[in-house]
């Protein structure tokens, strides 16, 4: 664990969640386009870039991985 990630002070749950939900907007991204105008190439382009986006997203939420990163050139350094 490397206690220098903002994320790792948050229980695995909490990202999970947090992938998930991501999965779900990306889904909903894709899909909505083609629910308002009907099928067309352009709008499934759309879908599929979003469709490959939530899988990537479950796959993240599935192995549990951390959510939220800060590089290094924004976190604060403590000076103890």
């Known amino acids: 664990?490397?206690?220098n990630e903002y994320g790792d002070r948050f229980p695995r749950w909490f990202h999970r969640a947090n992938w998930?939900?991501?999965?779900?907007?990306c889904l909903g991204i894709g899909v909505?386009?083609?629910i308002a105008w009907g099928p067309n190439l352009p709008g499934a382009l759309w879908a599929l870039f979003w469709f490959v986006m939530a899988l990537g997203a479950a796959n993240n939420a599935r192995l549990g991985v951390n959510s939220i990163h800060i590089p290094a050139r924004f976190r604060k350094s403590r000076r103890d």
């Open 1 to 3: 664990m490397n206690s």
């Open 20 to 25: 998930g939900g991501g999965a779900l907007a």
């Open 32 to 34: 909505t386009p083609l």
